[in-house]
C-alpha cells in the first residue's frame, strides 16, 4: 500500500533542459551548429552527476559546474574556455530563476494532498540552489519543510539508499510503502529501488534506459502519463 509519493525537482516537476537551452542560445551559439540540445544537457548532467563522487558539489561548486559543460563539449570535439564555461553557468542559473511548475503538478499535489498521503521530495545539489527552486516552484504549498531532504544539508547524496532511508525515518514508514518519483535512472530509479521503494521513472526527454539488473516499477514519458498513472494507483488504493 502506498503511503507516500516523494518527488525528485530537477526535470521531474519542471523542464530544467528550457533553461540550459536558453543559456547555451546566449554564450554558445557559434561553437556547434545543429546541437542536439537534448543529448548535450543529458551528458552535461550526467558529467555533473559523476563529479558528485569527486566532491566538487560540496568543495568546489563552481569546478564542478565548469567541468560538466567542458566535458561536454569535449565529446563533440569542442574546446572552451573556463571563463566561457562559467558565463554560461551563470547564464542558466539566471534563466533557472524563472522555472514554472509543469501545468499538470498543482493538480497531482492536490490530489494526493486529499488522499491523505505524505509527500515531499528528495534532490541532490547545494542547499542554496535547490532552496531557490523550491521556492519558485512554491512547493511550500504542498509539502513540509522536514519532508525536503537536499543532499548538501543531510550530508548523504542519491543514489546512496541513507537519502531515502532518512525519509522513510522522517515519515515513521517502512520503505515498502513510499514511491519515489525522478528523471535520473541511476540516482532516482536504481537508488530508490536499491532502498526498497516502488518508483517511477519520468522519462519525459525519451532516453534509453541504462543497462542496469534494476527495473523500475512504472516509466511515464510526459507529465500528463504520469497524472493519469497516479490517479490509476490512487484509485487501486481506495
Known amino acids: 500500500m502506498i503511503k507516500g509519493i516523494i518527488f525528485d525537482i530537477d526535470d521531474t516537476l519542471y523542464d530544467q533542459q528550457k533553461a540550459f537551452i536558453q543559456a547555451f ?16 544537457f543529458q551528458r552535461m548532467r550526467a558529467y555533473g552527476d559523476e563529479s558528485f563522487t569527486l566532491g566538487y558539489e560540496q568543495t568546489d561548486l563552481r569546478k564542478m559546474q565548469i567541468y560538466r559543460i ?5 565529446d563533440d570535439q569542442i574546446k572552451v574556455s573556463d571563463e566561457l564555461a562559467l558565463k554560461f553557468q551563470h547564464a542558466f542559473e539566471r534563466y533557472q530563476e524563472e522555472i514554472e511548475l509543469f501545468g499538470e ?22 542547499a542554496k540552489r535547490q532552496a531557490k527552486k523550491i521556492e519558485r516552484l512554491r512547493l511550500k504549498e504542498w509539502m513540509p519543510a522536514d519532508l525536503m531532504l537536499i543532499s548538501e544539508e543531510v550530508g548523504i547524496a542519491k543514489p546512496k539508499t541513507g537519502i531515502f532511508e532518512l ?23 536504481i537508488g530508490g529501488k536499491s532502498a526498497g521503494w ?22 511515464v514519458q510526459s507529465p500528463k502519463e504520469l497524472a493519469l498513472l497516479l490517479e490509476r494507483l490512487l484509485v487501486k488504493e481506495e
Open 105 to 126: 503538478m498543482p493538480s497531482i499535489f492536490e490530489r494526493i494532498k486529499t488522499k491523505g498521503l505524505a509527500t515531499g521530495l528528495i534532490t541532490n545539489g547545494t
Open 25 to 40: 542560445n546566449e554564450c554558445l551559439p557559434t561553437y556547434v551548429k545543429d546541437v542536439d540540445y537534448g543529448a548535450l
Open 70 to 74: 567542458k566535458r561536454a563539449l569535449r
Open 167 to 189: 525519509m522513510a525515518h522522517r515519515l515513521s514508514m517502512v520503505n515498502s510503502e513510499l514511491l519515489y518519483i525522478g528523471d535520473n535512472y541511476t540516482n532516482d530509479i
Open 198 to 219: 516502488q518508483t517511477i521513472w519520468a522519462n519525459y526527454h525519451r532516453l534509453t534506459k541504462p543497462t542496469e539488473v534494476v527495473e523500475t516499477d512504472y516509466t
